[in-house]
């Protein structure tokens, strides 16, 4: 049972241009959710978080959304970068703002074209 | 530089040998995780310490064991290892209300 999925196995952007990452969450008890980032042969870095208690965080060029009623959260990045080229995990926690235990999606490779 | 260290990076075994992945972090974090990674599946969480001297089952325990053996150092065991087993396995810590922080993982090949 996925709990946490992303649908899209990769993405291919332009640099200069948006990408946007989607995510879908089907538990309800979820409150927390974040994003993170993957280069090959390196562990995962964190990249931005939002509580269910918002609907958008931002920082600099990465913007997540969370629309609560559809179970539904997406990244932005604008404008995207070369440098941006990654795997990106999306990942869900319940328990207020406790980070422990996290269920991740199957993450999405994002390729940013010059 | 602070951070995760896994130890070793790489290691292949033969199927029914034992084997410990180590894992030590430097930034007086209280919680710790191991994560494993299969293609198509993200990361799932098999074992973690909420503080020392605690051990909880995560999504996937069956056929690992885990020692918290200090503050620092979280490791994982496989007692008997099985070509199911092979996967990139990632551990974690947390401190207080922040995000988790990742090792580099440990590649496992099991034959």
């Known amino acids: 049972d996925q709990q946490v999925k992303q649908n899209s196995p990769s993405l291919s952007v332009q640099e200069g241009r948006i990408s946007i990452l989607n995510c879908d969450y089907t538990?309800?008890?979820?409150?927390?959710f974040l994003w993170y980032k993957k280069y090959p042969a390196e562990g995962p870095t964190f990249l931005i978080s939002i509580s269910s208690i918002k609907d958008k965080n931002e920082d600099g060029r990465f913007t997540v959304f969370l629309n609560k009623s559809a179970k539904h959260l997406s990244l932005h990045i604008v404008p995207s970068q070369p440098g941006d080229s990654a795997v990106y995990f999306c990942?869900?926690?319940?328990?207020?703002?406790?980070?422990?235990?996290?269920?991740f999606g199957q993450g999405t490779i994002l390729t940013v074209h010059p | 530089n602070a951070g995760v260290t896994q130890t070793p990076k790489f290691q292949v075994l033969k199927t029914g040998q034992s084997m410990t992945l180590q894992c030590a972090q430097d930034m007086n974090h209280n919680s710790m995780y191991w994560y494993r990674q299969d293609p198509g599946m993200g990361l799932r969480l098999i074992y973690y310490?909420?503080?020392?001297?605690?051990?909880d089952k995560g999504e996937v325990p069956n056929g690992y064991n885990v020692s918290r053996l200090n503050k620092r150092e979280f490791s994982l065991r496989l007692e008997s290892a099985a070509p199911s087993q092979t996967s990139v396995y990632f551990c974690?810590?947390?401190?207080?209300?922040?995000?988790?922080?990742f090792g580099d993982g440990t590649r496992l090949s099991i034959l």
């Open positions: 990942a869900a926690t319940a328990g207020g703002t406790s980070y422990g235990k996290l269920t």
């Open positions: 538990n309800s008890m979820f409150d927390y």
């Open positions: 310490s909420a503080s020392e001297g605690t051990t």
């Open positions: 974690a810590s947390q401190g207080g209300n922040q995000p988790q922080h």
